[in-house]
Antibody
Framework: QVQLVESGGGLVKPGGSLRLSCAASGFTFSDYYMSWIRQAPGKGLEWVSY????????YYADSVKGRFTISRDNAKNSLYLQMNSLRAEDTAVYYC?????????????????WGQGTLVTVSS | SYVLTQPPSVSVAPGKTARITCGGN??????VHWYQQKPGQAPVLVIY???DRPSGIPERFSGSNSGNTATLTISRVEAGDEADYYCQVWDSSSDHQVFGGGTKLTVL
């Protein structure tokens, strides 16, 4: 069965950095786009970033562009999110999700499996 | 940037039909996906590509999309359907994925 397990969350000071990881199993990781989606406490879902199966295509939300970097290691079945220059408004549960891309690729993906999330708290 | 508008809340009696809307400019030209999120849990995909259901999602869940409104319909609502529901599209003009603000479904 598909499993996505996030790790790396925690408490960090404003301006600090954190690296999230997502360990995938139960499917051929290298065949799928992958996403990071976050949810601030008591708020709705916010898309953060996603990466194509090969890693050649990457998209970011405006709110994180230039500060966050998504990457993947298909040999390790792992997805990563490097978060720099963190701000209080980045405080959220971060979900890793498998993204189903349309035939031929492209951005019109939906998340068919989600991890349980990892909490990132940015506070002094 | 593209905006999706959902009603903050919808209430329905058990056994009745709930309709949750998702409004956006010419949303009918886009593919809409819907997620269900129960308290303390990760979201679950309930509808993709406007009206397709993943395996394991009851037939009571259906979707439609036309003009400026997409709709998630839940027939014969059960207490277990009480959750937050989110719509999502891809905005090709900005290369951004967009979520609606979410709708809290209350089963009376």
């Amino acid at each position: 069965q598909v499993q996505l397990v996030e790790s790396g969350g925690g408490l960090v000071k404003p301006g600090g950095s954190l690296r999230l990881s997502c360990a995938a199993s139960g499917f051929t990781f290298s065949d799928y786009y992958m996403s990071w989606i976050r949810q601030a406490p008591g708020k709705g879902l916010e898309w953060v970033s996603y990466i194509s199966s090969s890693g050649s295509t990457i998209y970011y939300a405006d709110s994180v562009k230039g500060r966050f970097t998504i990457s993947r290691d298909n040999a390790k079945n792992s997805l990563y999110l490097q978060m720099n220059s963190l701000r209080a408004e980045d405080t959220a549960v971060y979900y890793c999700a498998r993204a189903q891309a349309p035939p031929g690729g492209g951005g019109d993906c939906y998340a068919d499996y989600w991890g349980q999330g990892t909490l990132v708290t940015v506070s002094s | 940037s593209y905006v999706l508008t959902q009603p903050p809340s919808v209430s329905v009696a058990p056994g009745k039909t709930a309709r949750i809307t998702c409004g956006g400019n010419n949303i009918g030209s886009k593919s809409v996906h819907w997620y269900q999120q129960k308290p303390g849990q990760a979201p679950v995909l309930v509808i993709y590509y406007d009206s397709d259901r993943p395996s394991g999602i009851p037939e009571r869940f259906s979707g439609s999309n036309s003009g400026n409104t997409a709709t998630l319909t839940i027939s014969r609502v059960e207490a277990g359907d009480e959750a937050d529901y989110y719509c999502q599209v891809w905005d090709s003009s900005s290369d951004h994925q967009v979520f609606g603000g979410g709708t809290k479904l209350t089963v009376l």
